[in-house]
């Protein structure tokens, strides 16, 4: 439902390889799924992550109500764990959903021994964990805004209190009927309500009784009705992931539009097949660049997407090297539907603030960030400029659109900082802030080549304007528990959207997020107003006006400065069937096969 962080200096997802699998047999060997994340992940309790590497796993272990069809672009919304769409009734404010009998959470010892089904309390339970203070969930604001009657008053009862959360007190706005009917009640229309419970990463069923017989250590033990179930975790290392045994019986069956010929295909080849087709996922953490590329090309992936340094090799020209097409490797290109950017920290000393000069500052230093070098050096030409918060395939995305955001013009930042008094008063070569102390903005990133490349651009950038930076560097998972805890004061990063409406991407910015999706910790009231008109109004002309407003007001006071829309390029090995990114919900690794014959031929 809500956005997804990610390293913003690599290409996208991450590596990744696969393989889908028939039922395994004693002489027929597993069909494995190798690939490689290109940072840490953080956990898998749906309640807890955010992170986009942590979503990924979570969204194959857990079942979500709905999930997005597999080839249909650029969406469609379809039953999973609910038998059908949702009954809805009252304008878009009453939801009932009936869910599948005879799904199966995996084998855990929290069950103790029994046979564990699904069931539509188990969403009841899930949801509310977003509200107990004590999960500390950063996706708790967005569930908030459904406005699902009564919810967040017993959050706040809690908190006042100073109690546990009440797990078994009603909710009059999300019931269990009966053993698998499950109704929803807001308090305002929520037309795009589906949205928030589709897929499994974080709308996904838990159980109690694990959640309970795991205690703190719930991020570690994910057990849920998916596909896949977790064997192993060497933390930052590697993942482990095998079918689970309990899971259902589900066949390939998805909705490719007419005119889309690969997708017929696929459908045409693989319809009726039992999910999933792979046996087992092994998926490794590898930071740097130059490994997982060359793993690819030793074979021992099946997926790569196409390191930035390793662009002008592998797509010369943006076609894909003749050596690489004469083994049978494919390529596929998709502008992604994310935004990589730089954060402000609007509580920082130095950066943060509302006063003129504040704005002045984070302004100039936009102003002063050359986007089309960083695409031509370092991105290779594999990025597009991003103009505002939107991104590519989300409502109200316009390609024709452009702002000041992309605008690279050092004379006149620092002409905006002479304005505003930041000039060097001490005589070291360095400005100052307006009353004469010196000025240091620090910077948050990571320890890899390809961070540091960017790290180099951009302090030329800022050495350029006279503007002294300090990067501190540090692993993904610590940066980002730090930025949650608003300590850092400037940090580039990816979001990537898991839903097609933009009202996620706006969480970025809105106030009661701040320390979860917002990270910058911006506060403006007119913003707060607008997200939540936009939020109870349907698609139209009225909503995209109140959009283009929210816009603007980010480009005024400039608590994020949107970089880029990268360019994937994922190249797959010959005998890798089936692959097509997912646009949202990040979900493949049952849709994928892998022709074991040919692949042993190869390797012959």
Do not use: C
């Amino acid at each position: 439902m809500i956005n997804t962080l990610a390293r913003a200096g690599l290409a996208g997802l991450m590596v990744l390889q696969l393989g889908l699998a028939q039922a395994q047999t004693p002489s027929t060997p597993p069909k494995v799924l190798r690939y490689a994340f290109v940072a840490g992940e953080t956990g898998f309790d749906p309640a807890q992550i955010n992170d986009l590497y942590s979503r990924i796993v979570a969204s194959h272990i857990f079942d979500g109500l709905y999930k997005y069809d597999y080839l249909a672009r650029p969406y469609k919304i379809k039953p999973n764990a609910a038998a059908a769409l949702p009954e809805v009734a009252d304008n878009f404010r009453s939801f009932t959903i009936r869910i599948k009998p005879g799904l199966f959470f995996s084998d855990d010892p929290a069950f103790k021994g029994r046979k564990r089904e699904l069931v539509a309390e188990d969403y009841v339970y899930s949801l509310k964990r977003f509200f107990d203070p004590a999960t500390k969930s950063p996706a708790y604001s967005s569930f908030n805004d459904q406005g699902i009657l009564g919810l967040n008053e017993l959050r706040q009862d809690a908190l006042k209190s100073k109690k546990p959360f009440d797990y078994n007190a009603p909710v009059e706005g999300m019931k269990a009927l009966d053993r698998y009917t499950l109704q929803f009640k807001l308090k305002e229309p929520r037309p795009r309500f589906i949205e928030a419970i589709t897929g499994g990463d974080q709308a996904g069923a838990v159980a109690r009784e694990v959640i309970e017989h795991y205690g703190d250590k719930t991020m570690e033990h994910p057990v849920g009705t998916g596909p896949f179930m977790l064997k192993s975790w060497r933390r930052s290392s590697q993942l482990v992931l095998e079918r689970n045994p309990n899971y259902r019986e589900a066949f390939y069956d998805a909705e490719p539009n007419a005119e889309d010929a690969a997708g017929q295909a696929l459908l045409a080849r693989f319809k009726g097949r039992r999910l999933p087709m792979v046996d087992r996922v092994e998926i490794s953490i590898i930071e740097t660049s130059q490994p997982r590329w060359l793993a690819f090309l030793n074979r021992e992936f099946d997926l790569v997407s196409v390191p930035l340094e390793f662009s002008a090799i592998a797509l010369p020209q943006g076609e894909l090297a003749p050596n690489l097409a004469k083994q049978g490797i494919q390529l596929q290109r998709i502008v992604n539907t994310d935004r990589t950017l730089f954060y402000f920290n609007m509580e920082d000393p130095v950066v943060g603030g509302y006063t003129p000069e504040k704005v002045a500052l984070r302004r100039a230093i936009s102003l002063a960030t050359d986007v089309g070098r960083e695409i031509q050096t370092l991105r290779r030409g594999q990025a597009v400029p991003a103009q505002t918060i939107v991104a590519p395939g989300t409502w109200g995305y316009d390609p024709e659109l452009k702002t000041e955001n992309s605008d690279f013009d050092l004379p006149r930042a620092k002409a905006l900082l002479d304005i505003y008094g930041y000039k060097d008063a001490d005589g070291d070569g360095w400005r100052d802030f307006p009353d004469g102390k010196p000025m240091l903005i620090g910077y948050a990133s990571q320890p890899d080549d390809l961070s540091r490349s960017f790290d180099e651009m951009w302090k030329k950038n800022m050495d350029a304007l006279g503007v002294r930076i300090e990067v501190r560097a540090a692993q993904w998972p610590e940066q980002l528990k730090a930025a949650k805890a608003g300590q850092l004061p400037i940090w580039m990063l990816g979001f990537s959207d898991a839903a097609p409406d933009v009202q996620p991407s706006l969480d970025l910015l809105y106030s009661p997020s701040a320390g979860g999706q917002n990270l910058s910790r911006f506060k403006n009231e007119r913003f707060d107003e607008i997200y939540r008109q936009m939020r109870d109004l349907p698609n139209g002309p009225e909503r995209l006006a109140l959009l283009r407003e929210a816009q603007k007001i980010n480009l005024a006071y400039m608590p994020q400065k949107y970089v880029v829309h990268r360019i994937i390029n994922d190249l797959t090995q010959p005998w890798l069937i089936g692959f097509k990114r997912p646009i949202f919900g990040n979900v493949f690794w049952q849709y994928v096969d892998v022709d074991m014959s040919q692949k042993k031929k190869i390797a012959s």
